[in-house]
């Protein structure tokens, strides 16, 4: 994505209590079939570093998806882990999900890193600089999603500068 598009993005956005969302959409290669808001916070981050930073991010290539694939698979399989004492099997937890989330209903249980993508859907990209902990004062994107075995918590995917994958957490991470 060209910078020159990023800025068109954020000419035209809409509040979320202090953070600006854009109204229109960003598509990753390396997510394909998903087109993600940016959402930021302006007192946060400067505008070049936002499209700094999603410039990167956009320059990824499809090579990382079996990266995300893994982690995405661990966290799924440490939920099922979890969870093994509140339900018989991994496919009851994921039914269970699919009765307050319909977008999940006939979900399988993945047996395979690449099961993992129809279990996922991607909400919006935020783009931050943390005051404090892991890669404070680092401009970040974090990919954020719901998951199919966690709708609560989902799964987020931290990359440093839109170029490097330095954290996998939760949905709030």
């Not at 839109?162 to 949905?171: F, N, S, T, W």
Request: charge should be negative; charged fraction near 25%; proline fraction near 8%.
């Amino acid at each position: 994505m060209e910078r020159s598009e990023i800025r068109a993005l954020l000419a035209q956005t809409k509040d979320l209590l202090s953070f600006k969302q854009t109204v229109g959409e960003v598509t990753l290669p390396f997510l394909p079939g998903f087109a993600l808001p940016l959402l930021y916070e302006p007192e946060n981050i400067g505008e070049d570093d936002v499209v700094s930073v999603v410039h990167n991010l956009s320059r990824l290539d499809a090579g990382i998806r079996p990266t995300l694939a893994k982690a995405l698979y661990a966290a799924c399989q440490q939920s099922f882990e979890d969870n093994d004492a509140d339900f018989p099997s991994p496919q009851e937890q994921l039914d269970w999900v699919a009765e307050d989330s319909p977008e999940f209903e006939g979900c399988t249980e993945p047996t395979r890193p690449d099961d993992i993508w129809p279990l996922v859907r991607f909400l919006d990209i935020l783009i931050r600089i943390r005051g404090h902990g892991p890669h404070s004062g680092v401009p970040l994107a974090t990919i954020r999603a719901t998951t199919a075995w966690d709708s609560e918590h989902g799964v987020s995917f931290t990359f440093k500068n839109g170029q490097e994958l330095v954290e996998v957490g939760d949905l709030n991470a």
